[in-house]
């Protein structure tokens, strides 16, 4: 293929945003990267895809900036383009947090870098995606460039291990290379504040700002850093210092139960099994077709790495059914989220084995911790919750007389700040609804390892009284109520996806739907707006006073009623989707009740999301629905 000169490619560009081929965003951004110096390494591939015409993958692969979101940077890997993950928004997300610092500390670049005197302590972890090491070692020379002394770790770890290091080695930033459980074509960067959770205002707007102000990327040698002694491996202390820590979180000595427990080709075995095995559980079985450290999750079904799915789930459940386990664990890719099977014990399911949902693990959990301590709490001891997670969590902390703290937008760090403001010495539990566990302040992230723990001791300790999990779970309906919810998403991917997503939370803001199957809403709070409306007029009734985040929860009846339902909209913040969450509640005084009400309230929760999946799938095929029945 001839080549051509930039001038000629600039004005192909120019004529593929005419006729429709590119976006303004793709083709501005293109333009950048065809003429600016600091993207000169790239041009030999940008000229290639411009001259064989391959509008649509420069389009998807430009058409914006990558934008942090609720978890960092997260996205599709191509070699090339603004809008994905490669050496470049990697290398600039990594620069960009080292300038922030820099600036925070009103330091400078130093000419020359020397370990002895460090302008700050990094931490840099990875998980085992597909070129995590190659960022993490890109990362690390940017770091060093920048005048940072860098812990590396030399094999695949854990988010929440890389939590745990930030704290315990007093660092300042920690960077993690993952996708946590997205497909195989993605990788991502999340970025540590040094108290060891990601960074939350102002720090993460202020290394965004940094970020998309990078133009050249200051790097050292990997290697020669190493020499030099810029970059510090680290051991497998860390690695013990780590299990010690979840470790002696242990609620009690019971030990007789079966675990089936597996990474999905991640990086559980070093946290969760290590952590399970030196607690002392010795029934305990790796899943060896999902054991091995492999980026393309080959042995999950669809390669989702996704625990919150239970089809993901179903080979490990086929070889503990075979082999009389008890249990079946599950962390995604790294480590950081947990997915619980149990064997059925529920009359409302004729499955075998019960994947339960995070809401419900998180229930049992926060029970278990609350339960075990129940003799040295206080008014002022308390658990973390976000607003997507169930209420459930609030009833049980009131019956232990402790503190929720619950107003919390969606995403860990928030927890993680809590935790902080409210008194590490008196956080017992924290819990989100997409299996996200965290008990101790051994760390400030979610960890599967202590959720882990906690799960498989109160399933021995349950198992040695002749009970099991579900049995708990219908005593704990039975005490509080029931409380079932369900989720839901919807992809909306390239500029026209972000479009569809923004139009779509306009209308549940501005034309909602006001009944779907039998449920009529009547209120509507607001929390981009931060104020509560009253449906169907959509008029205003009162402030919310935080937080402050572009969601939206529908709600039916009074607040009092026995029966409640409602549900939640969001952008994702780290996906290109909108999510949905279904919440059903209803009290049950009686046992003989408690089994029609569970099976009452799911078949309604479920009409009620089919209604309005019908509703939203009609306005994304641009029927938009009128507001109304459906």
């Known amino acids: ?43 030999p ?57 820099l600036e925070q500390r009103g330091c400078t670049r130093p000419a020359l870098i020397d370990p002895s005197s460090p302008t700050g302590r990094a931490v840099i972890a990875y998980d085992t995606r597909h070129r995590s090491v190659t960022f993490a070692r890109l990362a690390a020379e940017i770091l060093v460039g920048s005048g940072f002394l ?80 810029s970059i510090e491996f680290l051991d497998v202390s860390n690695d013990q210092s780590y299990l010690n820590a979840v470790c002696q979180l242990s609620q009690n000595t019971c030990r007789d139960v079966r675990i089936l427990f597996t990474p999905l080709h991640g990086v559980g075995e070093s946290s969760v099994f290590q952590t399970l095995k030196q607690s002392g559980f010795q029934q305990l079985q790796l899943f060896e077709p999902q054991a091995t450290l492999d980026g393309d999750f080959p042995h999950v079904p669809g390669q989702n790495p996704n625990p919150e799915d239970p ?127 965290l008990a101790g302040t051994y760390a400030r992230d979610k960890d599967a390892a202590i959720a882990a723990l906690f799960i498989s001791e109160l399933a021995a300790e349950l198992q040695s009284t002749g009970q099991s999990i579900s049995m708990r779970m219908d005593e704990i309906y039975l005490q509080h109520g029931f409380f079932t919810e369900m989720a839901a998403s919807r992809f909306c991917t390239g500029p026209q996806g972000t479009i569809q997503i923004q139009a779509l939370m306009a209308q549940f803001r501005n034309q909602p739907p006001l009944v779907l199957d039998t449920h009529q809403f009547v209120r509507v709070h607001d929390y981009g707006k931060n104020e509560c409306r009253q449906l169907p007029e959509n008029t205003f009734t009162s402030h919310l006073e935080t937080p402050e985040g572009d969601l939206l929860f529908f709600e039916t009846g009074d607040p009092s009623d026995s029966s409640q339902f409602r549900f939640a909209v969001r952008p994702s913040g780290t996906e290109p989707k909108i999510k949905f969450y279904f919440y059903g509640s209803a009290s049950c005084p009686d046992k003989k009740d408690l089994v029609p009400i569970k099976l009452n309230t799911r078949q309604n929760l479920v009409r009620l999301k089919d209604s309005l999946l019908k509703w939203v799938d009609a306005f994304l095929e641009n029927d938009s629905p009128s507001s109304g029945h459906l």
Request: net charge negative; proline share 5%.
């Open 150 to 229: 860098v812990f590396f770790f030399p094999k695949p770890k854990s988010t929440p291990q890389l939590s745990f290091a930030v704290r315990q080695l007093n660092c300042d930033v920690g960077i993690m290379i993952s996708a946590s459980h997205n497909p195989p074509a993605d990788n991502g960067f999340k970025c540590y504040w040094s108290d060891g959770g990601q960074v939350l205002p102002p720090h993460d707007r202020g290394i965004i700002d940094k970020v998309y102000q990078v133009t050249h990327l200051y790097r050292q040698d990997f290697d020669d850093s190493v020499k030099s002694g």
């Open 1 to 43: 293929m001839s080549k051509r000169p930039i001038s000629n490619l600039s004005t192909l560009v120019l004529q593929a945003e005419q006729d429709g081929f590119i976006s303004p965003s793709a083709a501005q951004n293109i333009e950048r990267w065809l003429t600016e110096p600091a993207f000169q390494e790239y041009l």
């Open 45 to 101: 591939q940008l000229a290639d895809h411009i001259n064989s015409e391959q509008w649509q993958k420069l389009n998807d692969f430009f058409w914006e900036i990558i934008p942090f979101g609720t978890g960092g940077r997260r996205g599709t890997m191509y070699p090339i383009g603004t809008a994905c993950i490669n050496a470049r928004t990697i290398g600039e997300s990594a620069q960009g947090l080292a300038d922030y610092y």
């Open 311 to 437: 089809l993901v789930l179903e080979p490990a459940i086929k070889t503990a059914e075979a082999n009389l386990m008890d249990l079946v664990l599950a962390s995604d890719p790294d480590a950081d989220r947990l997915a619980v099977a149990i064997r059925n014990h529920d009359e409302t399911s004729e499955n075998s084995w019960i994947c339960l949902t995070g809401n419900q693990t998180g229930a049992l959990l926060v029970d278990h911790a609350l339960r075990t301590r129940q003799s040295s709490l206080t008014p002022e001891h308390f658990v973390v919750k976000t607003l997507v997670t169930t209420e459930l969590v609030t009833r049980i902390a009131e019956h232990y007389g402790v503190q929720t703290y619950g107003q919390l937008l969606v995403g860990f760090k928030y927890i993680a700040r809590q935790i902080d403001l409210a008194g590490p010495s008196l956080f017992i539990f924290g819990v989100e609804e997409s299996m996200g566990y």
